[in-house]
């Protein structure tokens, strides 16, 4: 019986997720996100068929939520030949709504996920006050935990069994009525905002025009325009940062309109130790060439 992996990572952690289970799980399939959402042409308005009996999609945590192209991908995707689907989100560590945001969007198929999972992960949002590059020790520790969570994920998806993780993790604050104000502007903030402002990225001197943010913008947003990188204004951003974590020259930064300066200037940059810039390319190639 196939499985379908699709998935979606901005710097490796998903993918490096997606592969394991890959690994794991037999007659099992990776697709690309990015791929299906990047060749489905607007004007045919075609929804995207899933095939297998088992999928599962995976993906990063963006604003306690599900990253803008999984959530446009969930409203095209037709599951009725699908028998048994899985969600696995990784994450910094905060409390995490996406779930529930995938079980509103299943309703309207009359189905819903029957298992979710969380893996904590390393941060990839170098413009937070917390974010730090974990050390060698620290990722092996992770990596420990890591792989018993991907031994229940692995028994739970080939036994078709139901399972939901619990959705807790750091909050904002010790008072209940803020969480609950800022739980519901931060997705907001994410999917609605921070895609539409002017000047979010932007380059600094250390730009050298390499074009490896072009190659790896999932969203296709980047054009370099005489040698330096121009974010397309009529392209929704998905917000994954692969741009800003695998510019060789640090170059690129965020700029916060409100402080008026610069967010992750003398920041380090994370991504996953066995996700390199080929890794995050291939995400935009044809799914049937993986
Ligand atoms: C724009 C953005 C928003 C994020 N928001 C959250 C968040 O709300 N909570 C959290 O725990 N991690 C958050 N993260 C961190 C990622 O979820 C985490 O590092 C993830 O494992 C990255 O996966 P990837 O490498 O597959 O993209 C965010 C990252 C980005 C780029």
Redesign the pocket.
Known sequence: MITDIYYF???????YIARELHNRIPDSRLIPIAALLNRRSKKTNKNIKATAKTNGIVF?????TIPIPVKKFLRYLDLTSSEYLFAIA?????I?HGFEAIDKILHNQGTRLDASFIIN?????PKLKSFTIPSTKELYTLEKIIQTKLNLIQDTVINHKSYHDNIN?VTFSRFNSLNYILERI?PFA?HHISPKVKKYFYTDSKCTGCGICEKVCLSEKIKIVNDRPIWQKNKTCY???ACLNYCPTQSIQIYSKFYMKSFTEEKERYS?PYALVKDIVIQKLDPTTH
Request: a neutral charge; proline letters at 3%; hydrophobic letters at 30%.
């Open positions: 990572s901005g710097t490796g952690n998903s993918l990063p945590c963006h604003g306690l990784t994450r910094g560590g905060t995490f992960m390393a941060m990839n949002d993790g931060v994410v917000m994954c940062y996953h």
